[in-house]
């Protein structure tokens, strides 16, 4: 199959101003001082290669400034890379940022031919599919004001009403969608889908990986301007996903040690906080005191972000300065709303805690915590049978859970469905 887009070793530099001279005379002090200082390369793609095969639809994914929308540009010439080749064969239609192509004092009709134009068609060929751009945009009613008083929702409608009837042979999609409402972003992934079936090249960047796994062959994963990988959508999604957690879970963690560090542990015994009181830190006799406490994942790092439906076990130090009987170790997590999403304690489950020695560590286990995203916090306590607390940490650590499924509520309990449901196939 021949190849519509392919980079060779492309690197793209831009120089970074922190200071510009704001008369002739700092302009002549920074020359003779020569404060290069104040001009920074920035290399926002180093050695890239990849190709894009005709007809295949390609997903760029990375984090912000990983150089996925430079790439687009340099596709679209609205760059020249700094070093490499880059090669495309046909016409070339993007939809890269609000706005482009568009003059801000122009109707919608005359930008949509002003871009006709700028693409190589003809005022009959534009004429030909005028009205089926209008149609699809859903901008009837202004197409004739304006641009410059058009509504970011509106700029992406009518752009990229006009990028897909342009017939391109490459059509480059950015991020931009994502400022529709929700139907339009529906009707545009539809026709994606389409020209996918059309056999058009499709080079799309998004942030939504769900939609990159369903429409996109391959994926290019780039990371601060070099390639991290390329290969099938679901394999590049799910490294990047994980790269994105390590990170995530990394900055928890350096978070969560500050936060112990400097958290103030408070007098001997403070006053009960009340039910509503979410921001109060810790109170208590201290007739057993827990000193500190930890979540850690299912290899036995201590960590503070988890896939949902990970294993996921806390551990509670405790040391006893005066004799008590069966004191009672409990947990709570909430979510970061201060809804109450789960508690338990030993007594609830029937778990004896007679005979402890002077110190010593609690651990729960949950074999799957399937909490749906979101960030949580945990509260840790003992406490006598009775309830009177020997020690209570409200709020003691936060903690994150990401999940691939975008489900509602706040956990996530096992199902299945059963599509179309007969009797027979009843079971659980």
């Known amino acids: 199959m021949a190849t519509a887009v392919c980079f060779d070793n492309v690197s793209k530099r831009f120089i970074l101003h922190h200071e510009r001279p704001r ?29 894009v095969e005709q007809g295949e639809m390609l997903g760029i994914i990375g984090e912000n400034g990983a150089g996925k929308s430079t790439v687009l540009k340099l596709i679209s010439r609205i ?23 568009f003059h801000p004092d ?27 751009i209008v149609d699809f945009a859903e901008m009837e009613r202004f197409i004739d004001t304006p641009v410059k008083h058009y509504s970011s929702g509106m700029y992406a409608r009518l752009g990229f009403a006009v990028a897909i009837h342009v017939h391109p042979d490459v059509l480059l999609i950015d991020e931009v969608l994502a400022v529709g409402d929700e139907a339009f972003q529906k009707k545009c992934l539809e026709r994606i889908n389409e020209l996918r079936r059309l056999g058009r090249t499709i080079i799309y960047v998004s942030h939504n990986l769900g939609t990159v796994e369903e429409f996109c062959h391959r994926v290019l994963w780039l990371e601060a301007g070099a390639v991290r990988g390329l290969g099938p959508a679901r394999e590049m999604t799910s490294r990047y ?14 978070a969560h040690h500050a936060q112990v560090a400097t958290s103030d542990s408070g007098p ?15 109170w208590g006799s201290r007739d057993v005191e827990i000193p500190a406490a930890c979540i850690r994942n299912a290899a036995g790092e201590e960590a503070y972000l988890f896939e949902s439906g990970e294993a996921v076990a806390i551990e509670i130090a405790y040391r006893v300065h005066r004799p008590v009987e069966e004191p009672v170790f409990g947990i709570g997590i909430y979510r970061n709303d201060g809804v109450w999403c789960y508690g338990t304690n030993t007594d609830i489950d029937g778990i004896p805690t007679s005979g402890l020695s002077d ?34 940490h409200r709020n003691y650590c936060t903690f994150a859970v990401r999940s691939r499924v975008k489900d509602a509520g706040v956990f996530r309990p096992p199902h ?10 009843m079971g659980l």
């Open 79 to 101: 760059l020249e890379p700094t070093s490499g080749r880059v090669s495309v064969q046909g016409r070339v239609s993007a939809l890269i940022e609000l706005g482009a192509g």
């Open 359 to 392: 110190q010593g560590v609690v651990r729960i286990l949950f074999p799957s915590l399937p909490l749906l995203e979101g960030s949580y916090t945990l509260d840790v306590a003992v406490h006598a049978r009775d309830g009177y607390p020997y020690d209570y």
């Open 416 to 425: 299945r469905w059963i599509i179309p449901y007969t009797s027979e196939k």
């Open 106 to 132: 122009l109707t919608g009709r005359e930008n949509i031919y002003l871009n006709g134009s700028i693409l190589g068609l003809s005022k009959r060929e534009m004429d030909r599919q005028f009205a089926a």
């Open 23 to 51: 008369s002739f005379q700092e302009w002549a002090i920074q020359t003779i001082q020569r404060r290069a200082n104040m001009r920074e390369p920035f290399w926002a793609l180093r050695d890239v290669s990849f190709s």
């Open 241 to 254: 996903l994980l790269s994105v957690h390590e990170k995530e879970g990394k900055v928890a963690l350096a």
């Open 268 to 282: 001997p015994a403070t006053p009960e906080p009340s039910s509503n009181d979410r921001t109060s830190r810790r």
